[in-house]
């Protein structure tokens, strides 16, 4: 393991060296200083640990010495050590940014052993809480480096300090979700939990019990009292996913909870507060929701304080290759596989294609593409946009079952529904995000087709 570097300044030259000795022993490397000067310049030239001080120096004393060091490191961890300390001085010392303070006596040098390798400890916890950090918002970072993708990488960074709401809206599949989630560890609240919750997924009758939880005997079911998703995003940040499918009555309860931060569970009388940052996302227009009767216009004005609105994969193609990129060493890595990357002719068909599904669709048919190739160049063809179901989605297809000329538009959308659904081998909440509708929506279109012919009916019944 490599030694920790420490440099050692007073201006006595028998106490300079008797505490070097002290951490050399200890099994640290040491650089003395007899100056605050002259220990500003060795700091500038080399790299330290942490830095050990006397406070009554000249020309420079400790605690001027520890505000020229944090203009070069404002993370090192600086001690200072003196003879006659007062409360008033310690206090100022460590509003300034030192670590800690110690009286100098017959005890010094062993209460600086064990200060300073605490401390080495904090340092080595809090860089790896950075590290880890950073590789979060690595992880939830948006890949690609078009021009509008920078203008909201930024935009993002700048939200993220705040605890204002942001709504981000975009259609499906272009990243709404990736999106809040950097916001998130970005944010001062990023060791607090991330929640999400789909309002789309949930039926009318438990949504309210799901936000804000519920008493024991409160409805039929509710054996035992259960917090809800404000009370567990306590401290963090609350996703409300796809929020233009929430019911009326539930808008309702919502912009109260934002109005007052604090909640009422479902047959409870006391109210409960709650420290909350609100992300929400929708692949629809809320301004025409609010229009149809749909959504609470005060409701979204208080979603609406900042708004991120993601571009279709179609308007940012120049993140593409970037895109499968990522996804081919993703899936190599998932897999074992060794693909090498796109042989000729695949990215001008990659660009070429309007991608409705955006980078969820994209995803998928690297996915694929990978998964067929293995190691090598992927081929065009194993992207398998002339399959059925690509076909389908194109108003065509290459053995005459797509939609043509001739049905009605009723039909039309029952067989693309159907055909969705047989692409996503029968997962509704795929196919309602790669048709751009909500889960809800394609559940009540299903219930409509229980007069379906047999084998359709199957299909159905099977999803």
Not at 10 to 31: C, F, L, N, S
Not at 299 to 325: G, S, T
Not at 387 to 402: E, I
Not at 446 to 453: I, P, Q, R, S
């Amino acid at each position: 393991m490599e030694k920790k570097n420490i440099l050692v300044v007073d201006d006595q030259e028998p106490i300079r060296e008797a505490i070097a000795e002290t951490m050399r022993r200890a099994g640290y490397e040491v650089k003395t200083a007899s100056s605050g000067p002259e220990a500003v310049e060795i700091f500038k030239q080399e790299q330290f640990d942490a830095v050990i001080s006397d406070f009554s120096m000249k020309p420079m004393n400790g605690v001027e010495l520890l505000e020229k060091i944090k203009q070069i490191d404002i993370d090192v961890p600086f001690l200072i050590v003196t003879a006659f300390g007062s409360i008033e001085t310690a206090v100022d010392a460590m509003k300034k940014g030192a670590y800690d303070f110690l009286q100098k006596g017959d005890t010094l040098l062993k209460e600086l052993e064990i200060t300073v390798e605490r401390t080495l400890q904090y340092r080595s916890l809090v860089s790896e809480n950075k590290k880890l950090k950073k590789a979060l918002v690595k992880k939830w970072d948006y890949v690609g480096h078009s021009a509008t993708l920078e203008k909201i990488r930024a935009f993002t960074k700048s939200v993220a300090e705040s605890r204002s709401t942001v709504l981000i809206t975009g259609e499906s599949g272009t990243g709404k979700e990736l999106i809040a989630r950097s916001i998130h560890f970005q944010s001062p609240r990023s060791q607090g939990p991330f929640v999400k919750i789909n309002c789309a997924a949930l039926p009318e009758g438990l949504i309210e019990s799901e936000l804000f939880g519920h008493e024991k005997g409160a409805f039929t079911g509710a054996i035992k009292t259960k917090a809800g998703k404000f009370e567990a995003a306590n401290g963090g940040t609350l996703l409300l996913d796809e929020i233009s499918e929430m019911p009326i009555a539930a808008q309702a309860k919502l912009l109260r909870a934002l109005q007052e931060k604090e909640i009422q569970k479902v047959g409870g009388d006391e109210p409960v507060e709650v420290d909350v940052r609100i992300l929400a996302t929708s692949n629809r227009n809320l301004e025409e929701e609010i229009a149809n009767g749909r959504f609470r216009e005060d409701l979204y004005y208080r979603l609406n304080v900042f708004h991120v609105n993601l571009p279709p994969l179609r308007e940012r193609k120049d993140d593409i290759v970037r895109l499968v990129e990522h996804f081919i060493k993703k899936f190599n890595d998932e897999n074992g596989f060794s693909v090498d990357g796109l042989s000729d002719g695949c990215e001008k068909l990659l660009l070429s294609h309007s991608w409705n599904g955006n980078i969820r669709e994209l995803e998928n048919a690297v996915e694929r593409a990978v998964v067929l190739t293995r190691s090598g160049f992927i081929n065009p063809e194993a992207f398998g946009f002339s399959d059925k179901f690509m076909g389908a989605a194109r108003g065509k297809s290459q053995d005459g079952g797509g939609i043509e000329a001739g049905i009605t538009i009723a039909d039309a959308e029952k067989q693309l529904i159907l055909k969705t659904l047989n692409f996503c081998a029968q997962n509704r909440t795929k196919a309602a995000e790669m048709l751009g509708i909500s889960i809800r929506t394609l559940r009540n279109k299903l219930n409509e087709y229980a007069g379906l012919v047999p084998e359709e009916a199957e299909a159905v019944e099977e999803a």
